[in-house]
């Protein structure tokens, strides 16, 4: 049957007005009045509340309601729902008092974390085990309730329906009222740990003054006497402090010294005379702070998350306890145990900065650190792994202690550390740059030359003048073709020791040139160009004999210089090679190589014999050669300055480099410059750096040892004006063969060039004649008549100089 709408409502209103009385009633409790534990709380709970409140909830209610049951059985059916009622409110506030006060917490927290069978941690990050706890006295309250009521329950209203209790009733109200006893401790014992020691608001208050003093750098006095204030805000979750005037100067550092004196809370603002502190209790970075802080005996206080990087992955701030004497190889320990490493370390700002790093940074890192004598802190790098293969692509060092700017140290070092890479080898390219100090290693095949290479691999299959500027040297590692482009660099110097293969490589160019349709001049008076005597036929010029016949072939190149700069005039060009086709056959312009052999002994200054006559042969021999070195040396230079613009390229060969051979000017436009190295013999720094300049030297003697097979001959490096380094094998064919295999190209025989030798000087040893005195013929007086207007202009040669 139906119940009508007016008992319905009737029904809600009788069931209102119960609510409302029960919550009148659980009102009267103490702990339900609780709002904090904060200095200046409304009803902040005593000792006495709190232990009256826990025997209200677990003693006196059950009784009440065990005492009506006794009366009235649907009495007791009326009141046990506030059984399972007060005992939740008692657990729900016991916990939030237990939560509300940090600075006590870890007090209490020990003792009742024995009670519950929790960690200290446990209990203070929130206290669950605390609400557990409750609810389970809650449980047991209503079911002791429940028993000690029984036999009411079977022998009153109920009878009929729980007779099958009557044999246990009485029994399980003996067990209840025990049971009761039992809670009737516990809750003793958990107000007495809840009110022990201080807990009224005075001394709460008083122990928030002595920390907040602390926490600015001053005594409680100074702060009392200095008006210093303390204002909680109305949920307890901030607190204003008013700055005493003596703590005014004293700020710097509070953010550290909040975090350790009261751990939860820290400072959101912190102005000239007002500090706010804010609570921070749930915030995931408190509570790894605080294991922390647990974990490393005190040393880490404070951890604080980073964004995650390529860098640092998983990376986080650890704040380091200022008081105590932190090394950076505890803290490294301390990260290791967590599976990370420290990747910066400030030991003034008492800070460390800690990542996953991964197993392959971690070892190169290390190794790093072991060649640079180092923390391994203070190295920053990143790794790339191939996409498909397992092995390293790319090793970027973005931050190492400063290597100074000695280029070679650099390349040593980085050719160490690839060397220890798990796949490092010398064909891993280094791009370094000591301005910001971000050095690149890149992953490359090993590097290797073939033993021999033919030169005639490097010839054209025919004649070919277009490509007149390429000049083929070798093989490099990679096996492609490595030349000098005398675009870039119209002159070369090839430098190597006895039995590296310098001939070999003058061979190589000379024949290169010749296939391009160049004219070749030789000029070799040294050795008499025995080296060259094979395709002597293919030369324009050949000046071996002396050192006049070497003077003379020099002047006929400086006038042939000059020629076509007259003919460059008359046709309105730049340089040789944009003249017309027709025209350069014609004027015979053509690209010119000029190889000097032992261009040291050539140039080398003789020591003139002191002590003799100045008409001695032997001092007139000297002084003769010394003047004939100085204009070969001169002419040398102004070629070398000059002649770009009019196809004429000088190549030069010399064992060793020296300055006094080699002037500043002169080197500074030998723009390509080629050294060759025996097997087995490395080149010495010094021959090395007189020869290639700057940064690239290092790197040339880097790759001669890295492709010395130390038995293959024929070994080189060049180093050229926007070519860079590049180690080749130079290319090698017997002399005899080289005129064979240019005639197969259709190389023609050059018209040779005739020059005009000077006057020997006088033979070693042989005395000068007396010069006889000539005889004067007067002639009388001689009519000469020119017609000026039909003598024709002549080119004449004669020492200038102007800019390319």
Same mark, same amino acid.
């Given at each position: 049957m139906a119940a009508s709408p007016t008992a319905r409502r009737a029904g809600r209103h009788v069931m209102r007005m119960v609510l409302r009385s029960m919550k009148r009633f659980l009102a009267l409790v103490p702990v339900i009045r609780y709002d904090g534990m904060g200095p200046g709380a409304a009803g902040y709970p005593s000792k006495f509340d709190l232990q009256a409140s826990l025997f209200i909830w677990v003693a006196v209610l059950p009784f009440l309601v065990v005492g009506a049951g006794a009366i009235n059985p649907w009495a007791y059916l009326g009141l046990i729902p506030l059984l399972p009622a007060g005992a939740y409110f008692a657990a729900r506030r016991s916990a939030a008092a237990l939560n509300s006060e940090p600075l006590r917490r870890r007090e209490w927290a020990t003792r009742f974390a024995g009670m519950v069978k929790a960690t200290p941690a446990t209990v203070e990050g929130g206290a669950p085990k605390v609400r557990g706890s409750f609810y389970a006295i809650a449980v047991a309250v209503v079911l002791l309730g429940f028993g000690a009521a029984l036999p009411w329950l079977v022998n009153g209203a109920f009878a009929g329906e729980l007779s099958w209790l009557q044999l246990f009733a /009485?029994?399980?109200?003996?067990?209840?009222?025990?049971?009761?006893?039992? %809670?009737?401790?516990? &809750?003793?014992?958990?107000? =007495?740990?809840?009110? =022990?020691?201080?807990?009224?608001?005075?001394?709460?208050?008083?122990?928030?003054? +002595?920390?907040?003093?602390?926490?600015?750098?001053? &005594? %409680? /006095?100074?702060?009392?006497?200095?008006?210093? +204030?303390?204002?909680?805000? =109305?949920?307890?979750?901030? *607190?204003?402090?008013?700055? !005493? %005037?003596?703590? =005014?100067?004293?700020?710097?550092?509070?953010?550290?010294?909040?975090?350790?004196?009261?751990? $939860?809370?820290? %400072?959101?603002?912190? $102005?000239?005379?007002?500090?706010?502190?804010?609570?921070?209790?749930?915030?995931?970075?408190?509570?790894? $702070?605080?294991?922390?802080?647990?974990?490393?005996? $005190?040393?880490?206080?404070?951890?604080?998350?980073? !964004?995650?990087?390529? *860098?640092? !992955?998983?990376?986080?701030?650890?704040?380091?306890? !200022?008081?105590?004497r932190v090394t950076v190889d505890r803290i490294s320990f301390l990260a290791a145990e967590q599976g990370s490493q420290v990747v910066e370390w400030s030991e003034w700002k008492h800070e460390a900065i800690i990542a996953k790093l991964s197993a392959r940074v971690v070892q190169v890192r290390g190794r790093l650190a072991e060649l640079l004598n180092c923390a391994p802190h203070a190295i920053e790098l990143s790794i790339t792994m191939h996409a498909t293969e397992h092995r390293i692509e790319t090793v970027s060092i973005m931050r190492a202690p400063s290597l100074g700017v000695d280029a070679e140290k650099r390349l040593t070092l980085w050719k160490n550390l690839i060397a220890a890479i798990p796949g490092g080898s010398n064909g891993w390219r280094i791009d370094d740059d000591p301005i910001t100090g971000r050095v690149v290693l890149t992953y490359g095949g090993r590097l290797a030359l073939r033993p021999s290479v033919s030169m005639a691999e490097m010839l054209p299959e025919t004649l070919d003048p277009d490509d007149w500027a390429r000049l083929p040297l070798g093989v490099g590692p990679d096996g492609e073709v490595v030349s000098i482009n005398l675009k870039a660099g119209p002159h070369t110097i090839v430098a190597g020791p006895t039995g590296s293969g310098k001939t070999v490589a003058l061979l190589q160019i000379m024949a290169s040139a010749i296939a391009r349709g160049h004219q070749v001049v030789l000029i070799d008076p040294t050795k008499g160009g025995l080296d060259f005597l094979q395709i002597r036929q293919l030369t324009v010029a050949w000046a071996t004999e002396s050192l006049e016949a070497a003077q003379a072939a020099m002047e006929a190149i400086y006038a042939e210089v000059g020629r076509r700069k007259a003919i460059l005039q008359e046709h309105g060009e730049v340089k040789w090679s944009d003249l017309s086709p027709e025209v350069r056959e014609r004027e015979n312009v053509h690209p010119v190589l000029i190889v000097i052999d032992e261009f040291g002994s050539l140039v080398l200054g003789e020591d003139v014999p002191k002590g003799l006559p100045k008409d001695s042969p032997y001092v007139v021999e000297a002084e003769t050669k010394n003047a004939a070195k100085s204009i070969i040396r001169t002419l040398t230079g102004r070629i070398a300055r000059e002649a770009r613009f009019a196809g004429l390229h000088l190549a030069l060969g010399i064992q060793r480099p020296d300055a006094s051979i080699l002037g500043g000017e002169l080197r500074s436009n030998l723009t390509s410059a080629v050294q060759l190295a025996p097997p087995g013999k490395p080149i010495s720094r010094e021959a090395m750096t007189m020869l290639i300049p700057g940064d690239q030297a290092p790197i040339a003697s880097q790759t001669l040892a890295d492709l010395d097979d130390g038995k293959s001959p024929g070994l080189a490096v060049v180093a050229a004006d926007g070519g860079g380094v590049a180690g080749f094998r130079v290319a090698y064919a017997p002399a005899r063969e080289i005129p064979v295999l240019l005639e197969r190209l259709g190389a023609p025989l050059p018209k040779q060039w005739t020059i005009a030798t000077s006057v020997a000087a006088p033979v070693f040893g042989v005395r000068k004649p007396k010069t006889v005195e000539p005889e004067v013929i007067d002639l009388g007086t001689v009519v000469v008549d020119f017609d000026f207007e039909a003598a024709e202009p002549a080119a004449t040669a004669f020492p200038f100089s102007f800019d390319d």
């Open positions: /009485s029994k399980w109200a003996l067990v209840s009222w025990a049971g009761y006893a039992i %809670v009737l401790v516990v &809750s003793w014992m958990v107000g =007495r740990a809840y009110g =022990r020691e201080g807990s009224d608001a005075r001394q709460v208050e008083a122990l928030w003054t +002595a920390q907040v003093a602390k926490i600015l750098d001053v &005594s %409680v /006095s100074d702060f009392e006497a200095g008006s210093g +204030a303390l204002a909680w805000s =109305r949920d307890q979750e901030s *607190l204003t402090v008013t700055v !005493p %005037v003596a703590a =005014r100067t004293r700020l710097k550092g509070i953010d550290l010294r909040c975090e350790l004196i009261a751990p $939860g809370w820290c %400072v959101a603002s912190a $102005g000239y005379d007002i500090v706010e502190l804010v609570r921070v209790e749930n915030r995931p970075e408190v509570m790894l $702070g605080r294991q922390a802080m647990a974990a490393s005996d $005190g040393l880490v206080v404070g951890v604080e998350d980073l !964004p995650d990087s390529e *860098l640092r !992955p998983h990376a986080a701030r650890w704040a380091l306890n !200022p008081d105590t």
